[in-house]
């Protein structure tokens, strides 16, 4: 069973261009969260989608940052107009439809935003 | 609103060795789950150990152990006879049912040979 797959790993992008993340979950996985770590700090809560559905956007800036799940393909997690404050790594996690396994989340590997 | 506190931003150990790494939380939900995630400089986040906070037993992974004080709100890990493959950032976190995880700032661990 491959684990969460995020593309690319590192992407390079000038002030202003526009950033696309992706994120595929582990099979069987219906919810897909994206956090945001800044250098030497933790890891910080974005989004939390469902199939076509946002659950909680609370943690996503209200400019520029949008996210999708959509019925088939990938999450995308869409920055437009990048700025250097941008760059970050940013990781998708993924976790089971119910259960007592719900509570945990299998993260993926990461993206390395960099702003140039 | 919930927070998790790493009072340790360094920590080391000797190889072989036992060390502790501290967490404390601050939740008004009665039912969460409570991890400990370690990153590598590969940055991939692994999971190292979680709790249920209904359980009063502590967890345990092998050399890895949680002393869970629900009342103090207060979750440590523990790893025992120390690897040099421990060496790793290692962030504290916490999560409902279903719903985002609040990781602590993390602590840096050395492991010296």
């Known amino acids: 069973n491959a684990g969460v797959m995020q593309n690319p790993r590192h992407l390079v992008r000038r002030r202003g261009q526009e950033a696309r993340l992706r994120c595929s979950p582990m099979k069987g996985h219906s919810h897909v969260y994206w956090y945001r770590q800044l250098p030497e700090e933790g890891l910080k809560f974005m989004v939390y989608l469902q199939k076509e559905n946002i659950i909680d956007e609370s943690g996503m800036p209200k400019e520029r940052f949008s996210a999708e799940f959509p019925k088939e393909g990938p999450s995308i997690l869409r920055i437009q107009q990048v700025v250097r404050g941008d760059s970050a790594a940013y990781f998708c996690a993924s976790s089971p439809n119910s259960g007592d396994s719900s509570y945990e989340q299998y993260f993926g590997p990461g993206t390395r935003l960099t702003v140039t | ?113």
């Open chain 2, 1 to 113: 609103a919930q927070t998790v506190t790493q009072s340790q931003p360094e920590m080391s150990v000797q190889e072989a060795e036992t060390v502790t790494l501290s967490c404390t939380y601050d939740t008004s939900e009665s039912d969460y789950y409570l991890f400990w995630y370690k990153q590598p400089p590969s940055r991939q986040m692994i999971l190292v150990i979680r709790q249920e906070a209904y359980k009063q037993q502590n967890a345990t992974e092998n050399r890895f152990s949680v002393n869970f004080q629900k009342a103090a709100k207060s979750f440590s890990l523990k790893i025992s006879d120390s690897q040099l493959g421990d060496a790793a950032m290692y962030f504290c976190a916490m999560g409902n049912a279903g719903n985002m995880l609040t990781f602590g700032g993390g602590t840096r661990l050395m492991v010296k040979p």
